[in-house]
């Protein structure tokens, strides 16, 4: 933005004109207090400058040069700057020295300069100047260069309480809408608690009269098949190709949803040796790997009669006489499937279950009629979450704009009113450069302490 379309009295300049970037007081391991603050990168959360964690030295032990900072000096992350992370300091302490800090002066508030930091303005351009190609920092000479929007002293600090006043709603609002994935979860899992145990359709055995008993059964007495994929030497990494026979892996099963995109082939040719292994439509797939819940799904019709599936790919092939096939994968993957097989998991690293234990597992099991009103009822209120879900995206879309363009706003001169009686930035940086007003961080720190750009 030029200086023609911003605000009476406003200033368009670069970074390094009203804050000493890249300056710096570095501390030694030796001089660090035990209780003191030490600030690490993996801290401060992406995006929202959330604190995650405070720890002290002595609780991390670090052995590196650190950068000091003191209270309300602006701390930004310069190692891979597209993360936005940047706080306010609200106690003194150590930082690692991939965070600068950066203090206010006369010529400008700390919380405007956090704001300005998190910009898209500012955020495209170090972006685009950053160096390195696994690990892109910011320099210092870049940093200095970076654009900056100079406001009135004094606006600058409504402008900030604006901001504060927005965006902290707008925090809220994410926090609330954060909250409902996991509402939304607990809902399915309620909705096939009540469907599995036959409370769900305590209606309809009523209305029907349908008095029916559920038998205990195992998977394998209402399966015609249940098998895994080929496994060792039958099946390599190095036979797969780019084309060909579909391969499914676990990388394609979710809960309750099967993931098309996600294709690895093999060759014709080595399908041929593997061909008792074809899974068709309908059939339930179900992760081996078992942590946190259960994966299982139906083979999509896209893909029946063109894969195979790995060795930690179970399949079970319903007879479709004794059970309806979404009835089952609506039975497997209930949390009370999960409290049994879980706790017979074995490996450390990749905690799993056999096939035997896959076609052991009994459950009480409902008529045809029932379980095809079940998986009704089930799918009508999954649909539901479904639409709430998608309703739940927009939303978030819609409050991940809500900062950069409030922020966008604020910096154009249209969030708060102008006062012609606030002293111009144009002065502020004359004032600024005549009296040196920049803290030197060395005149307020003991002798020991050294004075580096980085």
């Not at 890249?22 to 400058?49: C, F, H, M, Q």
């Not at 003191?70 to 992370?85: A, F, I, M, Q, S």
């Not at 879309?397 to 009686?421: H, I, M, Y």
């Not at 144009?426 to 720190?445: D, I, V």
Request: charged letters at 30%; proline letters at 6%.
């Amino acid at each position: 933005m030029t200086n023609d379309e911003l605000p009476e009295g406003w200033l368009s300049c670069s970074l390094g004109d009203v804050v000493d970037y890249g300056k710096t007081t570095k501390a030694e391991p030796s001089e660090i207090e035990e209780g003191a603050w030490i600030l690490e990168l993996e801290d401060i959360e992406k995006d929202t400058s959330k604190l995650l964690e405070r720890r002290t030295f002595a609780e991390r032990q670090s052995k590196s040069t650190k950068n000091r900072f003191e209270v309300g000096d602006v701390l930004y992350g310069k190692l891979r700057p597209y993360l936005n992370k940047v706080i306010i300091a609200d106690q003194p302490g150590y930082c690692t020295t991939e965070v600068i800090p950066l203090k206010p002066n006369v010529a400008l508030n700390g919380r405007y300069l956090f704001a300005w930091l998190k910009h898209p303005v500012f955020l495209d351009y170090v972006s685009n100047v950053s160096h390195g190609l696994n690990m892109p920092r910011l320099g210092t000479d870049a940093g200095k260069a970076a654009p900056f929007i100079l406001a009135p002293l004094a606006e600058q600090k409504r402008i900030a309480d604006k901001l504060e006043a927005v965006l902290g709603r707008v925090a809220a609002c994410r926090a609330r809408l954060d909250r409902v994935p996991d509402l939304l979860k607990r809902f399915r899992q309620s909705v096939l608690a009540a469907a599995t145990s036959g409370q769900l359709t305590e209606d309809w055995r009523e209305e029907n009269a349908a008095n029916d008993e559920w038998p205990n059964v195992q998977v394998r007495e209402i399966a015609d098949e249940v098998f895994d994929g080929p496994f060792g030497s039958h099946l390599k990494t190095d036979d797969y190709t780019e084309t060909g026979v579909r391969v499914v892996r676990l990388e394609n099963i979710g809960s309750l949803r099967f993931f098309e995109d996600k294709e690895t082939f093999i060759s014709p040719t080595k399908y041929e040796t593997l061909k008792r292994h074809t899974l068709k439509e309908h059939d339930v797939i179900f992760s081996s790997f078992i942590s946190e819940e259960i994966r299982v799904s139906l083979l999509p019709k896209t893909w029946s009669g063109e894969a195979i599936n790995k060795s930690d790919c179970f399949c079970v092939r319903t007879n479709h006489k004794k059970a309806i096939p979404k009835f089952l994968a609506f039975r497997l993957a209930c949390r009370s499937t999960f409290a049994v097989l879980g706790a017979d998991i074995h490996g450390a690293t990749r905690p799993r279950i056999n096939l035997g234990q896959l076609k052991d597992y009994a459950f009480d099991l409902p008529p045809l009629a029932e379980q095809t009103e079940i998986v009704r009822r089930v799918e009508a209120l999954f649909a539901l979450a479904d639409r709430i879900e998608a309703r739940l995206a927009t939303a978030q879309r819609l409050v991940e704009r809500l900062t950069p363009a409030t922020l966008s706003k604020a910096f154009c001169g249209d969030l708060v009113p102008q006062d012609p009686n606030d002293e111009p930035a144009a002065t502020l940086l004359e004032r600024l450069g005549s009296s040196n007003s920049m803290p030197s961080p060395a005149r307020k720190r003991r002798t020991s302490a050294k004075v580096r750009s980085d």
